[in-house]
């Protein structure tokens, strides 16, 4: 079809889970799938009678017509619907190596015979999922970059040593665990106040050489704080989630060629109603850094 262009590496068919239905994000978007601009409904998406179904439809069918609009004015479909920015590659440097075209949940990369990832710009949700992927760090958006964030942790003024003011920097994901932080913050609780945040567009999106920068600098220790993965996952980016946990497991090769303790590096889980959660989960890691002690490369 030339206006869906269902020419994925992956296939034609819409991604599914263990039960046939499609690969979605239930709980905030229940209508999208892992291929924009196709929307499920009714017993296509879950079981449902069929006055169900005929409220499914319409459902699915305003979605269609918000992609269409969307998408007509260059930008994203949800969840971040104003953005107009797309990933650029700086293809000198790639390799071929494929992680783009692997870990995209949405199947925006073909490839060609070589290898080289191939964009269809307008399947992109701007997750950065592929930024992070990159080895080579050569996939950027004009306002998200590993540059760019790169530049955000190194402009936090690290206390000296002496001043004995911890330091930890927290990556949250911009879907749940921000907003969770931000809810937490209107019921006036407070959280430690040696810590500061740096919004993800999705913890997917995590290039591991933030983490040795953030320690380069002095940071005592990094908390991440992603969406919920697993068979309920509520990643908006599928799964962008997991393969934050996945790479984070190479977190602990960076810490160690550092020579740092593994303790200094947490990964969590939350959900936009577990917000009250998120303050202790920032005091509990404070209390693991206290005991951990200084980052001996601060000042450095
Ligand atoms: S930003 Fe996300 S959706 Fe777009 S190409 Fe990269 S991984 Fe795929
Ligand atoms: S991840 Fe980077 S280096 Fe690998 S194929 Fe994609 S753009 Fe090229």
Redesign the pocket.
């Known amino acids: 079809d030339p206006a869906l262009n269902l020419q994925y590496r992956q296939g034609p068919e819409i991604p599914t889970l263990k039960y046939g239905f499609p690969d979605s994000h239930f709980i905030c978007f229940p209508y999208e799938t892992r291929r924009?601009g196709i929307y499920a409904a009714g017993c296509l998406r879950q079981p449902l009678d069929s006055a169900a179904c005929t409220e499914d439809a319409a459902g699915a069918a305003l979605k269609a017509m918000q992609c269409t609009v969307l998408t007509s004015q260059g930008c994203a479909v949800h969840p971040r619907t104003w953005d107009k920015s797309?990933?650029e590659l700086f293809m000198q440097r790639c390799t071929q190596c494929k992680r783009?075209t692997e870990?995209?949940?949405?199947?925006?990369?073909n490839e060609d015979e070589k290898g080289n990832p191939l964009?269809n710009?307008t399947?992109?949700?701007?997750?950065?999922?592929?930024?992070g992927?990159c080895p080579e760090r050569i996939?950027s958006?004009k306002d998200y970059s590993v540059d760019i964030i790169g530049s955000m942790l190194k402009s936090i003024e690290i206390p000296e040593e002496d001043e004995e003011k911890p330091r930890v920097l927290a990556f949250l994901c911009e879907n749940d665990a921000y907003p969770a932080l931000d809810i937490a913050g209107m019921h006036r609780i407070q959280y430690n106040p040696w810590i500061r945040v740096i919004p993800l567009?999705?913890l997917?999106?995590i290039n591991l050489v933030w983490i040795s920068d953030a320690f380069n600098k002095g940071f005592d220790g990094v908390i991440l704080v992603g969406c919920v993965h697993g068979d309920d996952y509520q990643c908006h980016?599928i799964k962008g989630s997991e393969l934050a946990k996945i790479r984070s497991s190479k977190i602990q090769e960076t810490l160690q060629r550092l020579m740092l303790e593994s303790e200094r590096v947490e990964v969590h889980q939350l959900q936009i109603d577990q917000w009250h959660e998120l303050p202790q989960i920032f005091d509990n890691f404070m209390k693991v850094i206290e005991k951990v002690g200084p980052n001996p490369m601060k000042g450095m």
């Open positions: 924009t797309y990933p783009c870990e995209c949940p949405f199947g925006m990369y964009p710009p399947r992109c949700r701007r997750c950065a999922i592929c930024m992927a996939i958006f567009r999705c997917g999106s980016y």
